[in-house]
Protein backbone atom coordinates (compact mmCIF):
# COMPACT_ATOMS: atom_id res chain seq x y z
CA UNK A 1 0.00 0.00 0.00
CA UNK A 2 2.98 2.08 -1.06
CA UNK A 3 0.12 4.89 -1.93
CA UNK A 4 -0.32 5.31 2.07
CA UNK A 5 3.59 6.35 2.62
CA UNK A 6 2.77 8.81 -0.52
CA UNK A 7 0.79 10.92 0.64
CA UNK A 8 2.34 10.47 4.29
CA UNK A 9 5.34 12.32 2.60
CA UNK A 10 2.82 14.85 1.13
CA UNK A 11 1.30 15.79 4.69
CA UNK A 12 5.11 15.48 6.31
CA UNK A 13 6.30 18.24 3.49
CA UNK A 14 3.44 20.20 4.05
CA UNK A 15 3.70 20.20 7.48
CA UNK A 16 7.34 21.41 7.36
CA UNK A 17 6.16 24.04 5.09
CA UNK A 18 3.44 25.31 7.56
CA UNK A 19 6.65 25.69 10.08
CA UNK A 20 8.34 27.89 7.75
CA UNK A 21 6.20 29.93 7.03
CA UNK A 22 4.77 29.84 10.65
CA UNK A 23 8.82 30.82 11.44
CA UNK A 24 8.15 33.62 9.15
CA UNK A 25 5.44 35.51 10.35
CA UNK A 26 6.58 35.05 13.88
CA UNK A 27 9.56 37.16 13.10
CA UNK A 28 7.70 39.23 11.25
CA UNK A 29 9.19 42.48 13.54
CA UNK A 30 12.66 40.71 14.09
CA UNK A 31 15.87 42.68 13.24
CA UNK A 32 17.58 42.16 10.46
CA UNK A 33 15.55 38.54 10.25
CA UNK A 34 15.71 36.89 6.87
CA UNK A 35 12.55 35.11 5.57
CA UNK A 36 12.97 31.03 4.16
CA UNK A 37 11.09 29.52 1.65
CA UNK A 38 10.11 25.90 1.84
CA UNK A 39 11.56 24.40 -1.40
CA UNK A 40 9.80 20.69 -2.58
CA UNK A 41 11.21 18.29 -4.38
CA UNK A 42 10.16 14.85 -5.69
CA UNK A 43 11.46 11.55 -3.86
CA UNK A 44 12.70 8.57 -6.28
CA UNK A 45 10.93 6.20 -8.46
CA UNK A 46 10.25 2.55 -8.79
CA UNK A 47 10.19 0.90 -12.24
CA UNK A 48 6.75 -1.22 -13.04
CA UNK A 49 5.28 -3.25 -15.65
CA UNK A 50 6.18 -6.35 -17.01
CA UNK A 51 8.63 -5.35 -19.21
CA UNK A 52 11.34 -4.24 -16.86
CA UNK A 53 9.51 -0.57 -16.11
CA UNK A 54 9.37 0.10 -19.88
CA UNK A 55 6.08 -0.26 -22.37
CA UNK A 56 6.28 -1.16 -25.72
CA UNK A 57 8.17 1.41 -26.99
CA UNK A 58 10.74 1.45 -24.64
CA UNK A 59 9.38 4.34 -22.46
CA UNK A 60 10.28 4.28 -18.77
CA UNK A 61 6.93 3.33 -16.76
CA UNK A 62 7.49 4.50 -13.19
CA UNK A 63 5.73 5.57 -10.07
CA UNK A 64 7.17 8.55 -7.60
CA UNK A 65 7.15 7.92 -4.06
CA UNK A 66 5.72 11.02 -2.65
CA UNK A 67 7.75 14.66 -1.76
CA UNK A 68 10.13 16.07 0.53
CA UNK A 69 11.09 19.30 1.44
CA UNK A 70 14.63 19.93 -0.56
CA UNK A 71 16.02 23.44 0.96
CA UNK A 72 14.73 25.66 2.21
CA UNK A 73 16.65 28.59 0.67
CA UNK A 74 17.12 32.19 2.85
CA UNK A 75 16.21 35.44 1.28
CA UNK A 76 18.73 37.71 1.72
CA UNK A 77 17.28 40.83 -0.21
CA UNK A 78 17.64 44.18 2.11
CA UNK A 79 14.80 45.17 4.39
CA UNK A 80 13.26 48.56 5.30
CA UNK A 81 15.54 50.88 6.89
CA UNK A 82 14.09 51.77 10.33
CA UNK A 83 15.66 55.23 12.08
CA UNK A 84 15.75 55.32 15.81
CA UNK A 85 18.09 57.90 16.51
CA UNK A 86 20.23 55.71 18.72
CA UNK A 87 24.36 55.45 17.95
CA UNK A 88 24.63 52.69 19.13
CA UNK A 89 22.15 50.89 16.22
CA UNK A 90 23.50 50.71 12.93
CA UNK A 91 22.11 48.84 10.21
CA UNK A 92 23.99 47.06 7.15
CA UNK A 93 23.10 48.73 3.38
CA UNK A 94 24.15 46.37 0.88
CA UNK A 95 25.75 43.12 1.66
CA UNK A 96 27.51 41.68 4.59
CA UNK A 97 27.39 40.61 8.42
CA UNK A 98 28.57 42.09 11.60
CA UNK A 99 31.08 39.60 13.11
CA UNK A 100 29.54 39.02 16.44
CA UNK A 101 32.19 36.94 18.61
CA UNK A 102 31.80 35.00 22.37
CA UNK A 103 34.05 32.99 23.88
CA UNK A 104 36.41 31.75 20.91
CA UNK A 105 33.24 31.16 18.67
CA UNK A 106 32.79 34.22 16.07
CA UNK A 107 28.84 34.05 14.52
CA UNK A 108 27.42 36.71 11.56
CA UNK A 109 24.38 38.80 12.03
CA UNK A 110 22.54 41.54 10.45
CA UNK A 111 20.86 42.64 13.86
CA UNK A 112 22.55 45.82 14.35
CA UNK A 113 20.67 46.55 17.91
CA UNK A 114 23.79 47.07 19.92
CA UNK A 115 24.66 48.53 23.35
CA UNK A 116 27.87 48.86 25.71
CA UNK A 117 28.62 46.21 28.16
CA UNK A 118 30.47 46.80 31.60
CA UNK A 119 33.50 47.02 30.20
CA UNK A 120 32.72 49.57 27.16
CA UNK A 121 32.31 46.80 24.19
CA UNK A 122 29.99 47.24 21.45
CA UNK A 123 28.24 43.96 21.67
CA UNK A 124 25.33 42.46 20.15
CA UNK A 125 21.87 41.81 21.73
CA UNK A 126 23.19 38.56 23.06
CA UNK A 127 26.09 39.70 24.37
CA UNK A 128 28.38 38.75 21.60
CA UNK A 129 31.51 41.58 20.92
CA UNK A 130 31.39 43.20 18.08
CA UNK A 131 34.63 42.69 16.17
CA UNK A 132 36.61 45.11 13.89
CA UNK A 133 39.57 47.05 13.77
CA UNK A 134 40.88 49.56 17.49
CA UNK A 135 42.10 52.35 16.76
CA UNK A 136 45.68 52.64 17.97
CA UNK A 137 46.81 56.39 18.61
CA UNK A 138 43.85 57.56 16.95
CA UNK A 139 44.02 55.51 13.82
CA UNK A 140 41.96 52.50 12.63
CA UNK A 141 44.02 49.97 10.23
CA UNK A 142 41.26 48.11 8.10
CA UNK A 143 44.76 45.60 6.74
CA UNK A 144 45.29 44.86 10.42
CA UNK A 145 43.77 42.14 12.95
CA UNK A 146 39.92 42.10 13.82
CA UNK A 147 39.43 42.61 17.58
CA UNK A 148 36.45 43.80 20.22
CA UNK A 149 36.16 47.37 20.00
CA UNK A 150 35.86 49.56 23.28
CA UNK A 151 33.88 52.63 22.71
CA UNK A 152 33.54 53.70 26.45
CA UNK A 153 34.30 52.79 29.92
CA UNK A 154 36.26 56.22 31.13
CA UNK A 155 38.25 56.94 27.47
CA UNK A 156 40.02 60.15 27.56
CA UNK A 157 41.92 62.65 24.93
CA UNK A 158 44.97 63.55 26.27
CA UNK A 159 45.53 67.60 26.05
CA UNK A 160 47.40 69.37 23.89
CA UNK A 161 48.89 72.18 24.27
CA UNK A 162 48.58 75.37 22.54
CA UNK A 163 51.33 76.47 19.85
CA UNK A 164 49.78 79.06 18.21
CA UNK A 165 47.52 81.94 18.89
CA UNK A 166 45.73 84.37 16.12
CA UNK A 167 44.03 87.58 17.07
CA UNK A 168 41.87 89.44 14.51
CA UNK A 169 41.53 92.73 15.59
CA UNK A 170 41.56 96.74 14.65
CA UNK A 171 43.20 99.53 16.29
CA UNK A 172 41.42 102.64 16.06
CA UNK A 173 43.85 104.93 14.28
CA UNK A 174 42.06 107.98 15.55
CA UNK A 175 42.90 107.38 19.29
CA UNK A 176 45.26 109.97 20.75
CA UNK A 177 48.53 108.46 21.90
CA UNK A 178 47.99 108.79 25.37
CA UNK A 179 46.79 106.05 27.95
CA UNK A 180 43.01 106.59 26.96
CA UNK A 181 44.56 104.65 23.77
CA UNK A 182 44.90 101.70 25.82
CA UNK A 183 43.37 98.32 24.33
CA UNK A 184 43.36 94.88 25.71
CA UNK A 185 42.35 91.50 24.56
CA UNK A 186 42.10 88.33 26.38
CA UNK A 187 43.19 84.48 24.95
CA UNK A 188 43.04 81.29 27.02
CA UNK A 189 45.80 79.12 26.22
CA UNK A 190 46.73 75.49 27.47
CA UNK A 191 50.13 73.74 28.84
CA UNK A 192 51.44 70.78 28.38
CA UNK A 193 48.66 69.50 31.26
CA UNK A 194 45.74 70.88 29.69
CA UNK A 195 45.47 74.03 32.33
CA UNK A 196 43.88 76.91 30.92
CA UNK A 197 46.08 79.97 31.07
CA UNK A 198 44.72 83.69 30.36
CA UNK A 199 47.30 85.51 28.03
CA UNK A 200 46.84 89.28 28.14
CA UNK A 201 47.34 91.42 25.20
CA UNK A 202 47.57 95.03 25.60
CA UNK A 203 47.85 97.46 23.38
CA UNK A 204 48.68 101.45 23.71
CA UNK A 205 49.35 104.13 20.73
CA UNK A 206 52.60 105.55 21.25
CA UNK A 207 52.67 107.67 18.14
CA UNK A 208 50.95 108.01 14.63
CA UNK A 209 50.61 104.76 13.37
CA UNK A 210 52.42 103.17 16.05
CA UNK A 211 51.25 100.97 18.86
CA UNK A 212 53.31 99.32 21.82
CA UNK A 213 52.09 95.35 23.13
CA UNK A 214 52.54 93.32 25.77
CA UNK A 215 51.44 89.83 26.23
CA UNK A 216 51.39 88.39 29.74
CA UNK A 217 50.56 86.00 31.57
CA UNK A 218 49.37 86.11 35.40
CA UNK A 219 51.94 85.72 38.18
CA UNK A 220 50.20 82.90 39.92
CA UNK A 221 50.23 80.79 36.91
CA UNK A 222 54.02 80.84 37.68
CA UNK A 223 53.62 80.67 41.45
CA UNK A 224 54.78 84.36 41.96
CA UNK A 225 52.74 87.38 43.30
CA UNK A 226 52.75 90.95 41.74
CA UNK A 227 52.55 92.12 38.06
CA UNK A 228 51.81 89.89 35.25
CA UNK A 229 54.76 88.20 33.50
CA UNK A 230 55.41 89.57 30.06
CA UNK A 231 55.48 86.74 27.48
CA UNK A 232 56.55 89.25 24.52
CA UNK A 233 56.77 93.06 24.33
CA UNK A 234 57.39 95.58 21.45
CA UNK A 235 56.07 97.84 18.90
CA UNK A 236 53.78 97.41 15.91
CA UNK A 237 53.88 99.97 12.54
CA UNK A 238 51.49 100.43 10.29
CA UNK A 239 51.53 102.52 6.72
CA UNK A 240 48.96 105.23 5.77
CA UNK A 241 46.52 102.57 4.70
CA UNK A 242 46.72 100.79 8.38
CA UNK A 243 48.49 97.67 6.80
CA UNK A 244 50.67 96.01 9.84
CA UNK A 245 54.47 96.46 8.88
CA UNK A 246 56.43 96.16 11.23
CA UNK A 247 57.05 93.25 12.67
CA UNK A 248 56.91 91.38 9.44
CA UNK A 249 53.25 90.00 9.74
CA UNK A 250 54.26 86.56 7.91
CA UNK A 251 56.82 86.41 10.85
CA UNK A 252 54.90 84.84 14.15
CA UNK A 253 55.85 86.64 17.25
CA UNK A 254 57.08 84.19 20.09
CA UNK A 255 55.59 83.98 23.39
CA UNK A 256 57.84 82.56 25.73
CA UNK A 257 58.20 82.79 29.47
CA UNK A 258 60.79 84.32 31.44
CA UNK A 259 64.46 82.01 32.06
CA UNK A 260 63.94 80.61 35.30
CA UNK A 261 60.16 80.87 35.18
CA UNK A 262 57.86 77.72 35.31
CA UNK A 263 54.85 76.91 35.69
CA UNK A 264 53.17 76.46 38.84
CA UNK A 265 51.15 72.96 38.22
CA UNK A 266 54.33 71.65 36.29
CA UNK A 267 53.27 71.86 33.11
CA UNK A 268 55.17 73.60 30.13
CA UNK A 269 53.95 76.13 27.85
CA UNK A 270 54.62 74.80 24.25
CA UNK A 271 58.56 75.56 22.77
CA UNK A 272 56.58 77.12 19.53
CA UNK A 273 54.39 79.23 20.57
CA UNK A 274 53.33 81.89 18.47
CA UNK A 275 51.67 84.83 17.68
CA UNK A 276 50.42 84.67 14.35
CA UNK A 277 49.94 88.00 12.87
CA UNK A 278 48.65 86.53 10.04
CA UNK A 279 45.54 83.75 8.77
CA UNK A 280 46.54 81.00 7.37
CA UNK A 281 45.58 82.07 4.00
CA UNK A 282 48.08 84.94 4.47
CA UNK A 283 45.14 87.73 5.50
CA UNK A 284 46.32 90.25 7.51
CA UNK A 285 44.57 89.90 10.83
CA UNK A 286 45.94 93.19 12.71
CA UNK A 287 44.81 96.19 11.40
CA UNK A 288 44.64 100.11 12.01
CA UNK A 289 41.56 102.46 10.76
CA UNK A 290 39.51 104.86 12.09
CA UNK A 291 36.91 102.61 13.50
CA UNK A 292 36.98 101.27 17.68
CA UNK A 293 39.76 99.23 18.66
CA UNK A 294 37.95 95.85 19.21
CA UNK A 295 38.48 92.12 18.69
CA UNK A 296 36.31 90.39 16.54
CA UNK A 297 37.89 86.75 16.79
CA UNK A 298 40.32 84.51 18.70
CA UNK A 299 41.69 81.39 17.84
CA UNK A 300 44.43 78.98 19.24
CA UNK A 301 44.71 75.49 18.94
CA UNK A 302 45.43 73.84 22.35
CA UNK A 303 42.71 72.27 24.70
CA UNK A 304 42.53 70.42 27.99
CA UNK A 305 42.17 66.71 28.34
CA UNK A 306 38.91 65.54 28.08
CA UNK A 307 36.54 62.43 28.59
CA UNK A 308 34.37 60.99 26.13
CA UNK A 309 30.60 61.84 25.87
CA UNK A 310 29.27 59.79 23.06
CA UNK A 311 30.39 58.04 19.27
CA UNK A 312 28.79 58.10 16.04
CA UNK A 313 29.54 55.71 12.86
CA UNK A 314 30.34 56.90 9.44
CA UNK A 315 29.32 55.02 6.66
CA UNK A 316 32.65 53.24 6.50
CA UNK A 317 32.14 51.91 9.70
CA UNK A 318 34.78 54.16 11.67
CA UNK A 319 33.35 55.29 15.15
CA UNK A 320 34.01 59.31 16.20
CA UNK A 321 34.60 59.66 19.35
CA UNK A 322 33.19 62.86 20.94
CA UNK A 323 35.20 64.07 23.64
CA UNK A 324 34.43 66.79 26.60
CA UNK A 325 37.47 69.00 25.04
CA UNK A 326 35.48 69.65 22.17
CA UNK A 327 38.25 66.90 20.06
CA UNK A 328 36.66 64.03 17.56
CA UNK A 329 39.12 61.32 17.43
CA UNK A 330 38.89 57.78 16.08
CA UNK A 331 38.22 55.04 18.34
CA UNK A 332 37.92 51.97 15.93
CA UNK A 333 36.05 50.75 13.17
CA UNK A 334 33.35 47.58 12.31
CA UNK A 335 34.54 45.30 10.27
CA UNK A 336 32.12 43.19 7.66
CA UNK A 337 32.13 39.88 6.42
CA UNK A 338 31.00 38.68 3.35
CA UNK A 339 30.94 34.90 1.55
CA UNK A 340 31.08 33.14 -1.34
CA UNK A 341 27.58 31.14 -0.96
CA UNK A 342 25.22 32.46 1.42
CA UNK A 343 22.72 29.88 1.39
CA UNK A 344 25.15 27.93 2.94
CA UNK A 345 25.26 29.68 6.09
CA UNK A 346 23.79 28.11 9.10
CA UNK A 347 21.31 29.67 11.03
CA UNK A 348 21.94 29.05 14.93
CA UNK A 349 19.53 31.38 16.75
CA UNK A 350 19.38 34.87 18.43
CA UNK A 351 19.84 36.14 14.88
CA UNK A 352 23.15 34.63 14.06
CA UNK A 353 24.24 32.80 11.42
CA UNK A 354 27.79 30.24 11.33
CA UNK A 355 30.13 29.76 8.49
CA UNK A 356 30.19 26.04 6.89
CA UNK A 357 31.92 24.30 4.39
CA UNK A 358 28.58 25.14 2.05
CA UNK A 359 29.04 28.62 2.36
CA UNK A 360 33.01 28.74 2.55
CA UNK A 361 34.67 31.06 4.35
CA UNK A 362 34.34 34.76 4.98
CA UNK A 363 36.18 37.26 3.63
CA UNK A 364 36.43 40.47 6.05
CA UNK A 365 37.10 43.94 5.57
CA UNK A 366 35.69 47.78 5.70
CA UNK A 367 31.98 48.29 5.08
CA UNK A 368 32.38 50.13 1.18
CA UNK A 369 34.85 48.27 0.04
CA UNK A 370 35.23 44.69 -1.46
CA UNK A 371 31.50 44.84 -2.48
CA UNK A 372 30.29 45.12 1.31
CA UNK A 373 27.68 47.09 2.23
CA UNK A 374 27.58 50.78 3.97
CA UNK A 375 26.84 51.65 7.61
CA UNK A 376 23.82 53.13 8.17
CA UNK A 377 23.97 54.59 12.30
CA UNK A 378 21.07 55.05 14.28
CA UNK A 379 18.88 53.18 12.31
CA UNK A 380 17.88 49.15 12.47
CA UNK A 381 16.88 46.69 9.23
CA UNK A 382 13.45 45.66 9.53
CA UNK A 383 12.51 41.77 8.73
CA UNK A 384 12.14 41.22 4.76
CA UNK A 385 9.50 38.65 5.39
CA UNK A 386 5.97 40.14 3.40
CA UNK A 387 2.97 39.04 5.24
CA UNK A 388 0.94 39.11 2.28
CA UNK A 389 2.66 37.17 0.40
CA UNK A 390 3.27 34.70 3.89
CA UNK A 391 -0.44 34.81 4.32
CA UNK A 392 -0.73 33.50 0.40
CA UNK A 393 1.77 30.93 0.93
CA UNK A 394 0.26 29.64 3.92
CA UNK A 395 -3.17 29.59 2.66
CA UNK A 396 -1.72 27.14 -0.68
CA UNK A 397 0.32 24.65 1.86
CA UNK A 398 -2.83 24.44 4.13
CA UNK A 399 -4.75 23.69 0.74
CA UNK A 400 -2.28 21.17 0.18
CA UNK A 401 -2.52 19.62 3.51
CA UNK A 402 -5.74 19.04 2.96
CA UNK A 403 -5.46 17.65 -0.76
CA UNK A 404 -3.11 14.98 1.17
CA UNK A 405 -5.17 14.18 4.33
CA UNK A 406 -8.25 13.36 1.31
CA UNK A 407 -5.45 10.87 -0.70
CA UNK A 408 -5.30 9.28 2.73
CA UNK A 409 -9.04 9.37 2.91
CA UNK A 410 -9.62 7.60 -0.37
CA UNK A 411 -7.18 5.17 0.35
CA UNK A 412 -8.42 3.92 3.06
CA UNK A 413 -12.03 3.33 1.51
CA UNK A 414 -10.12 1.70 -1.37
CA UNK A 415 -8.49 -0.84 1.58
CA UNK A 416 -11.85 -1.11 3.46
CA UNK A 417 -13.77 -1.79 -0.30
CA UNK A 418 -10.67 -4.53 -0.68
CA UNK A 419 -12.04 -5.94 2.78
CA UNK A 420 -15.59 -6.40 1.76
CA UNK A 421 -15.22 -8.09 -0.78
CA UNK A 422 -14.08 -11.53 1.71
CA UNK A 423 -17.31 -10.91 3.39
Known amino acids: MSSFSISLSGLLADDQELSVLS?????????????ETAQFQDLFYQ????NAGSNGAGDPVQVGSGAVVGSTPTNFTQGTLESTGLSTDVAIQGDGF?????????????????????????VTSDGSEVMGYPAVNGVANPNG??????????????????????????????ANADATSAFSSEVTAYDSLGSAHVLTYSFTKTA????SYTVTIPAADVGATGNPIDLAAGTLQFDANGNLTSPNPTTPISLTLPTGDTLADGGSLSSTLAWNLTSPSGAAEITQVANPSTTSSTQQDGYAAGSLTGFTVASDGTIQGAFTNGQTVTLGQIA????PNTQGLLRTGSNNYMASLASGLPT???????????????ALESSNVDIATQFAQLILAERGYQANSQAI???????????????
Not at 336 to 339: C, P, Y
Request: charged share 10%; proline share 4%.
Open 208 to 211: TNAW
Open 409 to 423: TTEDRVVQAALNLLQ
Open 23 to 35: NNLANLNTVGFKG
Open 98 to 122: LLAQQGNVTQYTRDGNLSTNAQGYL
Open 47 to 50: AVGS
Open 336 to 339: LATF
Open 145 to 174: AVGPLQVSGGQSSPPQATSKVTLALNLNAG
Open 364 to 378: VGAPGAGGRGHISDG
